[in-house]
């Protein structure tokens, strides 16, 4: 039976995930809302880049896929979840196909790369503006259906109630509370505000600032992994104006590698993201790196070994923000330093995304477990789409039983 809330499911944060659940849930015929701190296009999902992974390849396949996430994760990953992740990745990809993206797709088939911890060629992309394309995909399917949109609203507070949930908001106008039978919290991770607290540069939107974490938690959620914070191996680290972006993995996957002071490759540019960032800062503490023009550590990322047609197709706008600042890495190496860039764990889930407490469900970076203690690249986006996509589901149903 419906509550008398107005909203079945309030989703919570607008990013790939959030948007993901809203359509799920509309489709599955709840009322829902889509409550957002900014502007429904603000978040880190559009400023993804590089690709999202799912099974596509003929030697490939989701329990391959499965044991590459475990082991990039070092056994500390949820093998229940990630079966779920890599299993439903290739019909997510076809959902998102549905809404409109359109992969980038080279002799008759998508164009898979091989991404850092994969043992296969499995990482889909829309040129180097994936996450763009996919936000703005379930961003115009919500938008043309009936759901509310509350844009400008902040959570503050989560409290039960009879009916299910009051989500208190902070507004221009000042504090709203909203009555919804379930939540889906889809808020992000927390590496922007984790970053300034340290002094460090990051890749994160600065609505990355993880106080609905602490607001579940307030709320009586549980937590895992919390402490591990992911660095992106490749942020660029100059010139200024590309300080803090992330420079796509893509780049590794078409043939860049990462070399000393000696131009001596230290490391295997493709090994999982944890372990290639510890190596960058292990050759620049012995003293074999080099120093950017403003005196920042860094190592070369030699991109010259991108082929034209590889950097055409898969890296454009990459390319065009560097020789836009004056360099072209396909003539000349660039400097690169670890950036803060991802919160690996968070609100502990099921399998249909319900958090510890009933009625409020997670889907996206502020849930922990898909990815364990080390995410692999890729595996963000697809664990947004398919996460958010049952997160909405599941959470529709427990609103209208
Ligand atoms: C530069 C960059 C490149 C990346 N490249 C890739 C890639 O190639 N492949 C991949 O798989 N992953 C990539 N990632 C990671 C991936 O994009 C993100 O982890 C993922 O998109 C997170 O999606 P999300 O929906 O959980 O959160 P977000 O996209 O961060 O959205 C969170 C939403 O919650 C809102 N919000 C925050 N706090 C509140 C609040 N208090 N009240 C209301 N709303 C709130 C925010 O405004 C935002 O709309 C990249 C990340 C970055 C930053």
């Not at 490391?267 to 074999?288: C, W």
């Amino acid at each position: 039976m419906r509550s008398g809330a107005p909203f079945d499911v309030l989703v919570v944060g607008s990013g790939a995930a959030g948007l993901a659940a809203a359509v799920s849930a509309e489709r599955s015929g709840a009322r829902v809302g889509i409550a957002t701190k900014t502007t429904l296009q603000a978040c880190n999902s559009a400023k993804a880049q590089g690709g999202i992974q799912a099974a596509f390849g003929e030697d490939d396949s989701p329990e391959i896929h499965a044991e590459d996430v475990m082991r990039s994760s070092h056994e500390t990953a949820n093998p229940g979840l990630v079966e779920v992740m890599t299993s439903e990745a290739p019909p997510a990809i076809h959902w998102l196909e549905e809404l409109g993206v359109e992969f980038t797709r080279s002799n008759g088939g998508y164009r898979l790369a091989r991404c850092g911890g994969a043992t296969r060629h499995r990482l889909l992309q829309v040129g180097d503006r994936t996450g763009h394309a996919i936000t703005k995909a379930l961003r115009d399917s919500y938008e043309a259906g009936v759901g509310a949109e509350l844009p400008h609203h902040a959570l503050r507070a989560l409290a039960s109630s009879d009916g299910g949930w009051i989500a208190s908001f902070e507004t221009k106008e000042g504090p709203v509370d909203v009555e919804t039978a379930t939540v889906v919290l889809a808020a992000g991770g927390r590496c922007f505000a984790e970053a300034e607290t340290r002094g460090e540069l990051s890749t994160n939107h600065p609505n990355a600032t993880g106080e609905v974490t602490r607001i579940a938690l307030d709320a009586g959620a549980e937590t895992r992994d919390l402490d591990a914070l992911q660095y992106h191996p490749n942020g660029g680290a100059w010139p200024s104006t590309m300080q803090g972006y992330s420079i796509p993995e893509t780049t590794r996957a078409y043939g860049a590698v990462l070399l000393n002071a000696d131009g001596d490759e230290f490391t295997d540019s493709l090994g999982p993201r944890d372990a290639v960032s510890q190596a960058i800062f292990d050759e620049v503490e012995k003293g074999e790196g080099v120093l950017t023009p403003d005196g920042r550590p860094a190592v070369w990322l030699d991109t010259t070994r991108i082929t034209p047609e590889d950097a055409e197709i898969s890296l454009p706008y990459m390319l065009r923000r560097y020789r836009g600042a004056g360099i072209d890495p396909l003539s000349e190496p660039i400097y690169t330093y670890p950036v803060l860039h991802y919160q690996n764990g968070g609100l502990v889930i099921d399998e249909h995304a319900e958090t510890t407490l009933e009625g409020v469900f997670a889907c996206g970076e502020i849930a922990g477990g898909t990815h364990g203690r080390n995410r692999m690249m890729g595996n963000s986006l697809l664990e947004c789409a398919v996460f958010g996509r049952r997160a909405g589901k599941a959470a529709a149903g427990k609103a209208q039983l």
